[in-house]
């Protein structure tokens, strides 16, 4: 068995990629349209994941074993619920401190702060929970991180 992907289903592709990518800085690694069904898929993948694997994320076929999210559009959705029972998607990241402040100035609210220097919680357009995990060692508590109340639930 091996692992190929997590999907999730959008409802506003231009709002998650603007999340996924811009924002939490995954690469878009291959798209498929499907007109007559209706629906698209787009597969993003870490740039450091990309890096590790040898890839630029312009191959065809991606290798097997490259983690990835699946992003779900279905063209004539209205919406979702949001599913508790999926639980959340996790990521390293060189820096809580400023993901969490460009997430923020992008609009996003930081559900969990980083107080610790090392966890946070935000939430995707389409309210999937994304676990941001400092690499390495703890940050030191800063400002305004440390003293930020949690705001919702992840």
């Known amino acids: 068995m091996e692992y190929l992907h997590t999907m999730i289903r959008v409802s506003d592709i231009d709002a998650s990629l603007k999340f996924y990518c811009d924002g939490l800085g995954l690469k878009n690694v291959r798209r498929y349209d499907n007109e007559e069904a209706r629906f698209s898929l787009i597969f ?6 990309l890096k ?15 983690p990835m999210i699946e992003l779900t559009y279905n063209w004539d959705e209205n919406g979702y619920n949001e599913g508790r029972n999926f639980g959340h998607l996790a990521y390293r990241v060189e820096n809580v ?26 939430r995707s357009p389409d309210n999937i929970s994304i676990e941001l995990l400092q690499k390495g060692d703890h940050l030191p508590p800063a400002s305004p991180w440390k003293d930020m109340e949690n705001n919702g639930s992840w």
């Open 97 to 122: 401190y400023e993901i969490c402040q460009k997430l923020m100035d992008m609009g996003i609210t930081i559900s969990r702060p980083p107080r610790d220097g090392h966890m946070a919680f935000v």
């Open 44 to 49: 993003l993948a870490s740039p450091d994941d």
């Open 52 to 66: 590790r694997a040898g890839l630029t994320g312009a191959e065809r076929p991606l290798p097997p074993g490259l």
